[in-house]
């Protein structure tokens, strides 16, 4: 049990309420946890939106989702962004154990439910439309608008309330001043994917 909770590492955990939300907000997939009819895990990915505190996404009205929705409606959420690799030669020689990699992920367990209002529907997939789509080029979603009328009723819109949120945000944390400072600047020198990203994260922990 000792071991347990040395591997719970609060250095990794944010407080900043801010900062997670944005994240989540700014993330372009998640991952849905559900367990099948045979009792099997089931990771779903899909694109999704973070509104008021639950994450809703949409599918057809039927199908697997639909009906463990119905079901069991206990599910979980993850979302995680891989930011940059650090090989193991940039803090030690020789030694492959420290390679290691940057990143943020949330974890989400809450109760899965169904939304069924149509102004509800409407409101939300503009809110996906202008989070996925945002330079524009189509109609505003409306209830009374004949264009969406159809795929309104036949969408269906599922929504996750969050009961237990758990973050890891990994950028170095643990390391020396001085070694934060070594990676910063070897993060900045490679500059691929999101390396400047890290170096600004791993920033404000400096």
Same mark, same amino acid.
């Given at each position: *049990?000792?071991?347990?909770?040395? *591997?719970?590492?609060?250095?990794?955990?944010?407080e900043n309420q801010d900062e997670i939300?944005?994240?989540?907000?700014?993330?372009?997939?998640?991952?849905?946890?559900?367990?099948?009819?045979?009792?099997?895990?089931?990771?779903?990915?899909?694109?999704?939106?973070?509104?008021?505190?639950?994450?809703?996404?949409?599918?057809?009205?039927?199908?697997?989702?639909?009906e463990l929705y119905q079901s069991n409606?206990?599910?979980?959420?993850?979302?995680?962004?891989?930011?940059?690799?650090?090989?193991?030669?940039?803090?030690?020689?020789?030694?492959?154990?420290?390679?290691?990699?940057?990143?943020?992920?949330?974890?989400?367990?809450?109760?899965?439910?169904?939304?069924?209002?149509?102004?509800?529907?409407?409101?939300?997939?503009?809110?996906? *439309?202008?989070?996925?789509?945002?330079?524009?080029?189509?109609?505003?979603?409306?209830?009374?608008?004949?264009?969406?009328?159809?795929?309104?009723?036949?969408?269906t819109l599922f929504k996750v309330s969050?009961?237990?949120?758990?973050?890891?945000?990994?950028?170095?944390?643990?390391?020396?001043?001085?070694?934060?400072?070594?990676?910063?600047?070897?993060?900045?020198?490679?500059?691929?994917?999101?390396?400047?990203?890290?170096?600004?994260? *791993?920033?404000?922990?400096?």
């Open positions: *049990m000792k071991g347990r909770d040395i *591997m719970r590492r609060s250095e990794f955990q944010i939300e944005t994240f989540i907000k700014n993330a372009e997939v998640g991952h849905l946890g559900i367990v099948d009819q045979e009792g099997y895990p089931r990771i779903v990915p899909l694109n999704y939106i973070y509104v008021d505190g639950s994450i809703y996404f949409h599918g057809a009205l039927d199908g697997e989702k639909f409606p206990k599910v979980t959420f993850s979302i995680d962004v891989p930011y940059s690799i650090i090989p193991s030669y940039w803090t030690a020689k020789d030694y492959a154990c420290p390679a290691s990699t940057f990143f943020k992920s949330v974890h989400i367990r809450g109760g899965g439910e169904i939304v069924d209002d149509l102004n509800d529907k409407a409101r939300f997939l503009q809110l996906f *439309m202008e989070k996925y789509q945002p330079e524009g080029g189509y109609k505003e979603i409306a209830v009374d608008d004949p264009l969406y009328k159809k795929a309104l009723i036949e969408v969050v009961e237990k949120m758990e973050t890891k945000f990994k950028f170095g944390q643990t390391l020396s001043e001085e070694m934060k400072r070594k990676i910063v600047d070897l993060l900045n020198e490679r500059n691929i994917g999101l390396d400047r990203e890290t170096a600004e994260e *791993m920033e404000k922990y400096l």
